[in-house]
């Protein structure tokens, strides 16, 4: 599909990969999400494997980064995206691609009114990484507890606002002029919808194992970029 037709479709779809040293798996997550997708699109945060090569090879279209992480990918992602639906997905194999028809259909079926973004619950859908060990469990309670806080504040019932997994409208996504860099993006995302009086609902989708490489997820290091973004609420 030529950039003009895709531009022209009121509802194609761009998948967003946001990569970095995942030339483990970033192949398979370009050959799994493209029957679903009208373009996918890697933001690679300047790997220093064959993240690159390999994702192109696979059918990807691939574009840098400014290197100061995932929100920053996000945001490059969406400004650079020809779809009008924007699906984000992490390169680490732990979503289920066979979900994206679900989420989009969200957005564009209109049937519980108008939906602006979706978010993929594992509090729903189940997850195999919450479990097993501290690190995984107070991953659990933070996630849990931001939800909480977000719910209480918006009056909203969702029930996991930080996972990845997570179709936008791309108008939408550039309203919210997004400020986080990292992996804050997530919840900042959620916080400025409701704010801005989007409509925000999440859906059932099981989270794997991370299937290769080491987990990028700054659970302790960074732990009070997340908690300032719920005092600028």
Known sequence: MGKAELEQKSDSVTVIIAAKDEEGGI?????QVKPYADEVLVVDGHSKDRTREFAGQAGARVILDNGKGKGAAYKAGADDAKGNILVFIDADGSHEPDDIPKLVQQIT?????QVDMVVASRMMGGSDEFHGNVFNYIRMVGGGLITLVINMRYKTQLTDVLNGFRAI???VFLSLRLQAND???EHEMVIKCLKMGYKVKDVASHEYERKWGRSKLPTFRKSHIFLWQLFRM
């Open 183 to 185: 992996f804050d993006i």
């Open 169 to 171: 409208k791309k108008d």
């Open 109 to 113: 079926s209109g049937q519980a009114g």
């Open 27 to 31: 192949a398979g997550i370009v050959e």
